[in-house]
């Protein structure tokens, strides 16, 4: 496709990731107008591959990194309020190993989480005893105190979806599959140059964010003349996921004996996900793959705690993400900073990237990014994420437990592993998705179990699918209960309805 001369923007955001994705929606509502590209799908590398949970960031006051700590812990009540259909308190058991921590630095510790910051939905800290305590069944009899305390467990990639999906309803225009290549200053402003399936466009901009994660760093060398003050240092974090180690709905927290700490949690009802590692990575984010070391690493510490020991040989799934860690002098990648920063330059024309961050800050550190901009924007609307819903979030009570009751009776026809499967990734948007259906008939046909057609159209059309792979990896978990199939089903469906289903391509902006 030949060079256009596109639409004009107030935000250009680069990245669809959950900073990029927040910024967007943040933006979106405050009335400006706003395009969002992504090179590959939403959240298709570091913003899917977390420990799925939001969370304060306990071993985090260990480096006495309390502002964030503050910080997160706030965050995290108002995610947990914004999104009960993805979101929910998970209670965690730090099985006590006296000669890595003594009892009163843990209880210490505790009693910080439990109080820098209000709670409303999660239970305050306490003592347990294993040998009595349900957690501790599943625990090598060597542990028999521990302390529990709670932290929320999230959905990672549909909170980026819904994310982005919000903003496209309070009008962003979001174009995955499509790359920024280039930013070059024009009228006090940016002209990008944008290329996807279908070519290359122009698009102008007043003000560019570069939220591109853990290519911040190259985007700006590459793809800008602007050079940055800040930097940031990738670690690749790494995950597997093995069969349900334990019957119970704890999560556990594991010390090891170089301080870290590795989580196990109950996982998609039949699995335990474990992770995760901190290692120093140099090559490309999207290449990132567990390496041998950092899969004897989780199996040997889950052996260490639990009864039933695992080996590689019983990884039913392995992820790596690359975390852009805002770079410090820390020598060693578990104790360097997750706080971001926000870097805006001017010259030649006006350009904010976003460096560091976790999941849990990723509101805050939209609406403070939107902040910065509305002044050079000529709007003075004021923030208003904090007390809204995402899609699907407004459930009856913001109790996942009523609304998902309710789901039951409206759609009795539903298998129970639906109702359960739907009220959890759609929440209130179920009724988008199942529309005037009665019966199981009336989804279509069952491109694979418990995958039905009506579900893959509503996720192209609505949620910005294109591929298999973003349907049973990121729009849902379904991968992981299908080892093996045949997706043949899926990927002709899809091949046969992609110019219906199609999300917007890059040759179509000049029509906006």
Known sequence: ?????????????????????????????RGLSVLLVEQDDLAAHTSSASTKLIHGGLRYLEEFHFALVRKALIEREVLLRSAP??????????????????????????????????RQHLAA??????RTHIAGAALRSGYQRGFVYSDG???????VVLNGLDARERGAVILTRTRCERLTEHAGGWRATLAGADGRAQVAARVAVNASGPWVDRFVAGATPVRTVHRVRLVKGSHIVVPRLFEHRFAYIFQNEDRRIVFAIPYEHDFTLLGTTDVDYHGDPAAARIDAQELEYLCALANRYF????????????????????????????????DYALELEWRPAPLLSVFGGKITTYRRLAEDAVDLLTPLLGTRAEPWTEGATLPGGDVPEGSFAVFLRTVERRYPWLPPQLHQR???????????????????????????????E???????REEFART??????????????????DLAPLEDWLAAHARRLGTRSVGTTAAM
């Open 468 to 485: 298999a792979e973003d349907i049973l990896w990121r729009r849902s978990k379904l991968g992981l209960h299908l080892p093996g199939a």
């Open 1 to 29: 496709m030949s060079e256009l001369e596109g639409p004009s923007f107030d935000l250009l955001v680069v990245g669809g990731g959950i900073n990029g994705t927040g910024i967007a929606r943040d933006a979106a509502g």
């Open 307 to 338: 009864v039933r020991a695992i080996s590689p040989r019983e990884v039913r799934w392995s992820y790596s993400g690359v975390r852009p860690l805002l770079a410090d002098e820390s020598r060693d990648p578990m104790s360097v900073t997750r």
């Open 454 to 460: 009506r579900e893959v159209e509503y996720l192209c």
């Open 422 to 452: 739907y009220a959890h990734a759609y929440g209130t948007r179920i009724e988008r998705l199942l529309g005037s259906a009665a019966a199981l008939a009336d989804l279509g046909s069952e491109l694979l179990p418990a995958l039905y």
């Open 125 to 130: 800290s306490g003592s347990v005893d294993l």
């Open 85 to 118: 259909h993805i979101m929910r308190p998970l209670h965690f058991i730090m099985p006590h190993a006296p000669h890595l921590r003594p009892a009163w630095m843990i209880r210490a510790g505790l009693f910080l989480y439990d109080h820098l910051a209000h």
């Open 153 to 159: 467990q999230t959905d990672d990639a549909r909170l």
